[in-house]
């Protein structure tokens, strides 16, 4: 406890200094190193101890310098699209707002998670052991009521994104958070870049005589799932043109409720009970029978979700491989959430790590600069004439590489901007 004490006025300290609260102490900065070298040398003995230190090593702090290089230079801003995005922003975000509170009755202001709560749990949604952003993203709720705040929670975080970038500079350095979640995901800070909106992407814009190209993982989550499991239907329905539009022309008996059928499935493959499944497909207008059946054919793949529990269970803590463990905080029989977050560590993970080993991989395009790392997809900048193909092929390589051609990897050109529906 005295160490903790005694660290926290070193730090107030070293901060009085550095913000020039204080004189400059040449002890105070002797001290300051001291306790640094001190703490790296117990974190490394304990990330050794932990399984974590050669993906710290071989990984994390790669993939930290790779991106440090290619953005220390800055993201270019169109200000004028800027300022046009600031000046409606505004607008957009309460028009949202009060169509969402007038539809569903509620008070004006974006719902904090106790008031979808109280909102919900009349309706019968039992919120004991998941969370509400996986009710949010994963069941049907009456009135499209999910569909609409989610819409509306992705124009108030672009609102803050915009809000955060000032018209004065053309240049923006954002903050590098290498492991900005429990699965690894890549996040840039100050701002939160990737919390903007499709529609408002188009502030971002290359440097003068370059271009823009947006490479993205196609299926990404469902090919690492049938990789893993080697499950023989998930294997086929990746290896077919696309498992989404298959799942929607089988059970919906047309192509239109793609995305319906995406949220079915990940809801299927994340834990949602089968009888909770079948009634949200029910609901959206899908034949219950063909939704029973579709989904009793994974039975490979229910094996390993099983197992993956059940070493979950036995040892305490998870790994999606390589390290970045997830480690239990409870004792005793896991819960329907660990469970689920189990599955979700395996999977994302294996996902995260991927997409990094994808990044480090085209350190040889030198010709190529990564501008924003999303979830399964990166944002390039390039001269023209360069084939951003070239990456399209690294992306599906790296995956079937890393898959053990389980499965071949699927990567492709996207829109990075899309502008909004009239």
């Known amino acids: 406890m005295a160490d903790i004490v005694e660290s926290k006025e070193l730090a107030k300290k070293y901060s009085d200094i550095f ?15 001291k306790f640094l ?48 995005h600031k000046s409606q922003i505004d607008y957009q975000y309460y028009s949202e707002l009060k169509n969402f509170s007038a539809k569903h009755n509620l008070p ?37 009521f999910a ?22 500079r053309r240049r923006i350095i954002p903050i590098i958070d290498i492991f900005g979640s429990i699965t690894s995901r890549i996040y840039f800070k100050d701002p939160v870049f990737q919390n903007l909106a499709k529609r408002h992407r188009d502030i971002i814009t290359a440097s003068p005589g370059k271009t823009l190209s947006y490479v993205d993982y196609d299926q990404f989550e469902v090919g690492i799932m049938a990789a893993l499991s080697m499950d023989p239907q998930l294997l086929r329905l990746y290896n077919s043109d696309d498992i989404y539009t298959a799942l929607s022309l089988d059970i919906f008996g047309g192509n239109e409720k793609r995305k319906i059928a995406k949220r079915l499935f990940l809801s299927y493959a994340y834990g949602m009970k089968t009888r909770s499944l079948i009634d949200a497909a029910v609901e959206q207008g899908a034949d219950r029978k063909k939704v029973k059946d579709f989904f009793a054919e994974f039975k490979v793949f229910e094996s390993w979700k099983k197992k993956t529990i059940e070493d979950f269970q036995a040892s305490g803590r998870i790994s999606s491989g390589f390290g970045n463990y997830q480690n239990r905080e409870s004792e005793g029989p896991l819960s329907e959430k660990e469970k689920r977050a189990g599955v979700s560590q395996v999977v994302q993970g294996t996902a995260a790590l ?12 030198t010709e190529v600069r990564i501008l924003l790392p999303m979830h399964d997809a990166v944002l390039l900048e390039h001269p023209p004439e360069y084939d951003s193909n070239k990456i399209v092929t690294i992306f599906a390589e790296t995956m079937s590489e890393h898959l053990e051609r389980k499965v071949l990897g699927k990567a492709s050109l996207e829109p990075f901007f899309s502008p909004p529906s009239q």
């Open 37 to 84: 070298f001190e703490f790296w040398g117990n974190l490394i003995t304990k990330a050794a101890a932990n399984g974590e230190i050669s993906r710290q090593f071989f990984i994390e702090i790669p993939v930290f310098n790779l991106l440090y290089k290619h953005i220390i230079s800055g993201i270019d801003i169109e200000t004028n699209i800027l300022r046009r």
């Open 354 to 365: 991927i997409f990094k080993k994808a990044l480090l991989n085209m350190r040889n395009e």
């Open 147 to 168: 569909s609409d705040i989610m819409r509306l929670r992705r124009i108030a975080a672009s609102r803050l994104v915009l809000a955060a970038l000032p018209l004065s």
């Open 108 to 144: 004006l202001e974006v719902p904090s998670d106790n008031s979808i709560k109280e909102y919900l749990e009349p309706l019968g949604y039992d919120f004991s052991g998941i969370s509400i952003d996986y009710v949010l993203e994963f069941l049907s709720t009456p009135n499209n």
């Open 19 to 33: 913000y020039r609260i204080s004189a400059y102490d040449a002890s105070v900065y002797e001290q300051t190193g």
